[in-house]
């Protein structure tokens, strides 16, 4: 089976249960609170692995010394150096980026303290596109000169005229990534459909599985109430995301935030207060459906799954139809 109970193992010796569904915080949001207060606000309430940009640290947009969380993915940056959306993005927003060098990414690492355990992920811009082998290359160097961090891998696509990663390409240099503790890859760049996309992360599963590797794949811009479970069946171990903040989860949907308010909270519930109100929610759901994963892998039954079990078999039924053809 694609999907098993995984472990990472930090170096701190701290060993972390996996899958893992990561609350993401960047200034690339669009809501109407800044990075900084938004985490400050959910300080109180997350106790467990967060990821923050490595370009929000640079430019100061989250200024507090993150010490709630028990791990602290660092991320590459990229997403908001660029003007590239995800796919919870409802369209295009006013987003300005800043320079975002590999210089700048360095220095975020230098001064960072490693307190929380970390997870460094690699640099990325999209300045500075390479094939497969440059990013692998490019990533060694780097953690070779932060070793206190544990390693990701953040596989790119080649060039900007790419929509999609090659992953003929990728697996080619499948004995390259023994070197890190994960392989991830943006949502985004995984296949033009949901069904693709499950069918690519399986082809990276199958790809570690051939040799002997048991890497954690972590799925970037996949945190939602339907999207992560379909990509943790099909192999992947991590999930991050946007959405939690900008969307409302309930009852295996995901919704407009203000419905969900007035109908959980009533229609006297001030604008103001449907922010924290939602996060609070999400936060939670998140780790409920954490145990449905879990649960399932225990009894592979898709009814451990308390909301859309039935969905989530159908749609295996269709991806293991497509890996036979």
């Known amino acids: 089976m694609l999907a098993k109970k995984r472990k990472l193992v930090l170096k701190s010796g701290v060993t972390l249960d996996l899958p893992l569904l990561l609350p993401s915080f960047s200034s690339k949001t669009f809501q109407d609170e800044r990075v900084g207060k938004i985490v400050e606000y959910m300080s109180s309430v997350i106790t467990d692995e967060v990821l923050i940009s490595a370009y929000d640290l640079y430019y100061k947009e989250i200024k507090k010394k993150i010490s709630f969380p028990s791990v602290v993915f660092i991320d590459s940056g990229g997403y908001e150096a660029s003007l590239e959306g995800d796919l919870s993005e409802t369209g295009k927003r006013a987003h300005t980026p800043r320079r975002w060098e590999r210089e700048f990414h360095q220095r975020v690492l230098v001064r960072w303290n490693y307190s929380p355990d970390t997870v460094l992920i690699s640099f990325d811009s999209p300045r500075t596109k390479t094939n497969i082998q440059g990013q692998i290359i490019r990533a060694k160097r780097l953690f070779d000169a932060h070793p206190r961090g544990n390693s990701e891998l953040l596989i790119k696509t080649s060039s900007l005229k790419e929509p999609y990663v090659n992953f003929d390409e990728v697996i080619r240099h499948v004995h390259d990534m023994?070197?890190?503790?994960?392989?991830?890859?943006?949502?985004?760049?995984?296949?033009?459909?949901?069904?693709?996309?499950?069918?690519?992360?399986?082809?990276?599963?199958?790809?570690?599985?051939?040799?002997?590797?048991?890497?954690?794949?972590?799925?970037?811009?996949?945190?939602?109430?339907?999207?992560?479970?379909?990509?943790?069946?099909?192999?992947?171990?991590?999930?991050?995301?946007?959405?939690?903040?900008?969307?409302?989860?309930?009852?295996?949907?995901?919704?407009?935030?203000?419905?969900?308010?007035?109908?959980?909270?009533?229609?006297?519930?001030?604008?103001?207060?449907?922010?924290?109100?939602?996060?609070?929610?999400?936060?939670?759901?998140?780790?409920?459906?954490?145990?449905?994963?879990?649960?399932?892998?225990?009894?592979?039954?898709?009814?451990?799954?308390?909301?859309?079990?039935?969905?989530?078999?159908?749609?295996?039924?269709?991806?293991?139809?497509?890996?036979?053809?």
């Open 178 to 325: 023994a070197a890190f503790d994960i392989v991830g890859f943006t949502e985004k760049e995984l296949g033009e459909s949901t069904l693709q996309r499950m069918c690519n992360i399986a082809k990276m599963r199958e790809a570690f599985n051939g040799t002997g590797l048991d890497i954690p794949i972590h799925v970037f811009g996949s945190l939602d109430t339907v999207s992560t479970p379909l990509y943790f069946l099909a192999g992947a171990d991590i999930f991050d995301g946007l959405t939690w903040l900008r969307f409302a989860f309930d009852e295996g949907n995901t919704v407009y935030k203000h419905n969900y308010g007035a109908k959980r909270r009533g229609i006297r519930l001030e604008d103001f207060r449907v922010n924290g109100t939602v996060w609070n929610s999400n936060y939670y759901y998140m780790r409920e459906l954490k145990d449905d994963m879990l649960k399932f892998l225990v009894a592979q039954d898709y009814s451990s799954f308390r909301w859309n079990g039935e969905f989530f078999k159908e749609a295996m039924t269709v991806f293991n139809a497509k890996r036979v053809e």
